[in-house]
């Protein structure tokens, strides 16, 4: 009788070789080339596919496993949070307008990266590099998921939550970062890379979620901060995978760098304007706070990004172009935004107000050589109007940047007190910038942002109302139409917090009374004059 022959068991390296490489074939009938067309035409140079190296080694079966794990842990938490009134515990009702930030320029964008990943898996000749983005992919439809599922208990209970994937395609500011996807989507498979995991993940990622997360913690809010442990194992992976494929491409030919020299340039700035909603959300939106914006970047952008590029350096890559110009602007975009979210809105889902004074006075203290100066004396007038019962909305149409479509609200470098204008000229027609960092971005693919969808050019045109809206009637409000076509329930999912809906439930939740506010029947005013149509929760 032959002895059994006992197959020795693969190590870790083996056996994550054979479930990625090893799951890969050359083809015969057709030639590689015209099976994985997409990872050439961008000009990057691949040499050697097998120098794709994944630090994780995680196999499919191993990431079910692991995954399967976190999410019974994720579910057993947001079902407690949602029986025991979880939405009770938080400090105070401001802060859900983060959340609602959050549901509506974040979480649709975990699913457009999922779109993106699939499709960068599907083009890449190298079989690791596509098991990498592939599993990528996954790990981001679970995250639009897990966030979606963890957010939508305070759905039941606060306003402006309730068609966040709505608003996304059609809200003016939700452009923002839907424009950022959607420029990173039509990009090659490299350039996605370069946008999504490194300029995105591994740069930038920390200044949204580790603050975001903290602020949640302190704020009471156990659901968000367990979705947010949840992904960060996720995270790290995601980030691997950005440093991972720059030092690839740059490692395979010479010819490479200066094409992701060009691609850090541009999407670390195109990056950094996205976060000017996070800069917004954590100086002004949260009543506890964690960080300052300033401190935020000075830890995670200019230490930690400052050493990777130092790193990055004996590759020849050198810190990006619009560096220095973000450095100095973290002592201003948070109020800068604050201030225009302020004025608009009456045509934003979420609330705004007048931080108190000892907020103020923490904002002082955080931006001793800006917020004095240039910031306080505006928001003491716009309190002063509101006590008066002058709350104001802005019912103009702001001129956008082209390339970040953001309204032209930000400063000259070195002088807070000018706004600063770039423009360019193009086949015949001129294009507004909001900075020397958009208008390069612009320059280098004019032929591209010249098809932004710019809302405010939208609007203009008609193309932001229902179709039975008649623009030549007699008493016709613009503002009134494009809300409707928005999708949103005027007088609660917008307008001033003070005399809001969610205030006085949240009051009512606790047993206290009624908010004594000056500016109730100011807001109630307001309401009124931005919509022909108020609804009867705004006149209350």
Known sequence: MDAPVIKKKLGLKDRYTAMTRGLGW???????????????????????????????????????????????????????????????????????????????????????????????????????????????????????????????????????????????????????PKSFFEDALSAGPFEFLTAVS???????????????????????????????????????????????????????????????????????????????????????????????????????????????????????????????????????????????????????????????EQEMQWLSEKYPDSFDKHYRPRLEHYLAEQQAGKRFYSKTLPMLCTTCQIPMGFTEPGDATKICYRESDYEGSKYHFCSDGCKHVFDDEPEKYVQSWLPVHQIYQGNCFKPDVDPTAEGFDPLAAVLDWYGMNVGRDNMDFEGSEDQRNFAAWHGDPPPATSANKAASNAASNASANPSQEAQS
């Open 26 to 176: 050359e083809t015969s009938y057709q030639p590689m080339d015209k099976v994985f067309p997409y990872d050439k035409f961008e000009g990057i140079k691949i040499h050697d596919w097998d120098k794709w190296e994944d630090p994780f080694r995680l196999t499919m079966d191993a990431y079910w496993k692991y995954q399967g794990e976190k999410e019974k842990k994720l579910y057993a938490v947001i079902e407690a949070f949602a029986q025991n009134n979880g939405q009770l515990g938080v400090t105070d009702a401001r802060y859900l307008n983060a959340l609602k930030l959050f549901i509506q320029g974040v979480v649709p964008l975990e699913y457009y990266a999922h779109r993106g990943f699939a499709h960068a898996g599907r083009h890449f000749t190298g079989a690791g590099a596509r098991v990498a983005a592939q599993m990528q992919s996954i790990d981001e439809l679970r995250h639009f998921q897990t966030e979606t599922h963890a957010l939508s208990n305070y759905n039941k209970y606060f306003n402006g939550m309730h068609s966040s994937s709505h608003w996304f395609d059609r809200v003016w500011f939700l452009s923002v």
């Open 198 to 356: 490194f300029s995105f993940e591994y740069v930038l990622t920390n200044l949204l979620f580790v603050p975001f997360m903290s602020g949640a913690a302190h704020n009471g809010d156990l659901s968000t901060v367990t979705f947010g442990f949840s992904a960060q194992s996720d995270e790290s992976r995601h980030m691997t995978l950005g440093i991972e494929c720059i030092k690839f491409m740059l490692e395979q030919d010479p010819g490479n760098v200066p094409i992701v020299q060009r691609w850090i340039d541009k999407w670390f700035w195109r990056g950094y304007r996205v976060l000017t909603l996070v800069a917004m959300m954590q100086d002004y939106m949260l009543p506890k706070r964690v960080m300052s914006w300033k401190e935020a970047w000075e830890m995670y952008a200019e230490e930690n990004g400052g050493a990777l590029f130092r790193d990055l350096a004996r590759y020849g890559i050198r810190e990006p172009a619009g560096w220095k110009l973000a450095c100095e602007g973290k002592d201003h975009i948070s109020h800068q935004a604050w201030n225009i979210f302020y004025n608009y809105t009456a045509a934003a889902p979420f609330h705004t107000w007048v931080p108190g």
